[in-house]
């Protein structure tokens, strides 16, 4: 088989096991991001400005350990083009670590400002706070420098795409939303980057009125344009193994009221639009989002594929029974058991979750950091679900 | 005569408005009842706690709640700054996020939920390596300490951190850990004396060791 047919047979893998179809065996998607770098016995400060140690980082992991697919080529968390800007930034990084600071872009008096001209606000408000007095020294040789770098980081996405498409027949994931971008809600942006996780919990009391109208606001101009694209769409595409990925964070500091206010309304109307042309979406959901199931009930098997991380796989197929279930290996088991261990666990996992389809292997956090997984296990539990037939 | 149980009820429905409305008017005669209004804050949050533990609240409810019991001090500060020393002598005890992780959301809602409990908690910040702690543990003679974070290397800055402090012969110092890669398991690996899974277990087990 070429990597073009394995591609292919990849795709139909996770097709087939998101819409509870019978498969051979279950896919697995290695939801591994920097660990791959300390894997491959580089330091993150080596690697998060040097593509040529990024793409050995990858090349090294896909040689080792045969997933089916990854969530991360290679391309998350590289700073050459912020780097080239100029410091200081939300990111931090060091030999072992990458993370970001709480930051907030607005206030709640000025959430409005962005929505209304985001470049204008970009420019006159979030970039001269966010440099301070650096920021007027901004010139044009700069400027140049930092789109130099930013080309060159396209090109590399390009690059790494081909690599792991045509030499290791990796599948991509799901295509952008038919806006050309990336589907982000409004009260994910608000925690994320707008208003920060604090400056959201107490708006969500202080301001809530507020806060709906930016949310009607933002709907309109980010949800409903993918909305009337999804509508013109002709369906499910072979090319990917889901037609959307949508990231769900905020719901974790949500009460239900909240949930049903600011969040359920714009998540509704997309995914029945997904469901509409029976396209599947898969949701990653980072916390908990078992209080949410009711929400989802209504849902067709095919239309959701929930990867979570701390909800316990075996509880979550009761209650969200219409959703394929994306994860089950935890960090802790990877890193604290033994390669059996893991084994053991992962075969449970696929014998009572995805004998009749809807189960797709995966870890339940994105692996970053050394202590996320102990490399013998991850490999036991590769070669286990690359041998073993449903 | 104030509604002290009333108070102690809004602070736990988190009715902000309420509680700034009872706070100023025990203010009016110059804050002669601050500290019992202030104890009556401190079972409010005490009932946050507990109903984050049994899901009625949520996290972005913590934050709220802590942000509001900072206010509710900041309103009686003078008053309760007049009282001092006659409620006896505050726990003192160190928070941190440990070496490697900056995370700070967690740690600062379990630090309003410890002051609310009448700790006085030496903040330390993020990213703390063991020898400040160490440093500060004798500094300060200290008895509590409380570790943070959010990485799964976390484990390894905590465990440096109870490694040092037993290695500076601080034997006697009781450690908690606490935050997302925390369980039951970390205690071993950490050489901790408690973890805790949610804020209210980390003021429970603190003021049980306080108590002793």
């Known amino acids: ?390 | 005569m104030f509604d002290f149980e009333e108070l102690k009820n809004v602070m736990a429905d988190l009715d902000e408005d309420r509680m700034k409305e009872i706070l100023d008017d025990v203010m009016q005669d110059g804050g002669s009842e601050a500290k019992k209004a202030l104890e009556a804050c401190q079972q409010g949050m005490d009932i946050v706690g507990k109903r984050f533990e049994s899901g009625e609240y949520f996290v972005g409810d913590l934050i709220y709640a802590g942000e509001i019991m900072t206010d509710a001090v900041e309103i009686m500060k003078e008053a309760l700054a007049g009282e001092a020393g006659e409620g006896g002598e505050k726990t003192k005890m160190i928070l941190c996020t440990v070496k490697d992780d900056l995370h700070d959301i967690g740690k600062n809602i379990v630090k309003a939920m410890l002051e609310a409990n009448g700790f006085e908690v030496l903040d330390l910040g993020i990213d703390v390596p063991a020898e400040k702690v160490v440093e500060t543990v004798k500094a300060e003679n200290i008895k509590i300490v409380a570790l943070s974070g959010v990485l799964t290397l976390a484990l390894n800055s905590m465990k440096d951190t109870v490694d040092a402090l037993k290695a500076a012969g601080l034997t006697d110092v009781k450690v908690i850990v606490g935050g997302a890669p925390v369980s039951e398991n970390s205690i071993a690996i950490t050489g901790a004396d408690e973890w805790a899974y949610s804020p209210q277990k980390t003021v429970d087990t603190c003021k049980a060791w306080a108590n002793k």
């Open chain 1, 1 to 390: 088989m070429n990597k073009k047919e394995l591609q292919k047979e990849r795709i139909a893998l996770f097709r087939d096991a998101a819409n509870f179809k019978h498969v051979d065996r279950i896919p697995h998607l290695g939801c591994v991001v920097t660990w791959k770098i300390l894997d491959a016995g580089y330091t993150l400060s080596e690697a998060m400005t040097n593509f040529d140690v990024l793409e050995k980082s990858v090349r090294y992991f896909l040689d080792k350990y045969p997933v089916d697919a990854m969530l991360d080529i290679g391309i998350r968390n590289q700073f050459n083009v912020t780097e080239a800007f100029g410091t200081p930034g939300y990111y931090y990084y060091n030999d072992e670590v990458v993370g970001i600071h709480d930051h907030a872009y607005c206030t709640v008096d000025t959430l409005m400002d962005f929505l209304n001209d985001p470049d204008r606000y970009t420019w006159e408000k979030i970039l001269p706070e966010k440099y301070g007095e650096d920021w007027k020294k901004k010139d044009l040789a700069t400027w140049k420098k930092t789109f130099s770098e930013y080309m060159k980081y396209t090109k590399f996405v390009l690059k790494m795409a081909s690599v792991t498409g045509k030499e290791y027949g990796l599948p991509s994931m799901a295509p952008n939303n038919p806006m050309k971008g990336s589907i982000q809600f409004a009260i994910e942006e608000l925690e994320a980057n707008l208003l920060g996780i604090k400056g959201l919990s107490l708006a969500l009391r202080r301001n809530a009125d507020q806060l709906e109208t930016f949310v009607r606001g933002w709907d309109e101009q980010h949800i409903d344009p993918i909305i009337e694209e999804i509508k013109k769409s002709n369906g499910p595409s072979e090319k990917y193994c889901f037609d959307a990925s949508i990231m769900m964070l905020a719901h974790n500091l949500l009460r239900p009221e909240q949930f049903e206010r600011f969040y359920w309304p714009s998540l509704k109307k997309l995914l029945d639009a997904y469901a509409d042309k029976k396209m599947n979406v898969r949701i990653f959901a980072e916390g908990s989002i078992l209080r949410y199931a009711d929400y989802f009930k209504d849902y067709p098997k095919g239309v959701l594929t929930f990867h979570i991380e701390k909800d316990d796989p075996f509880e979550f197929r009761q209650a969200f029974p219409n959703a394929c279930i994306m994860g089950g290996m935890t960090t802790d088991m990877l890193y604290m058991s033994s390669p059996e261990e893991c084994v053991d666990y992962t075969k449970k996992l696929c014998d009572e979750l995805g004998k009749d389809g809807g189960f797709i292997f995966s870890e339940n956090k994105m692996l970053s950091y050394k202590n996320d997984a102990k490399s013998e296990n991850l490999l036991a539990v590769c070669e286990f679900l690359n041998s073993y037939k449903m």
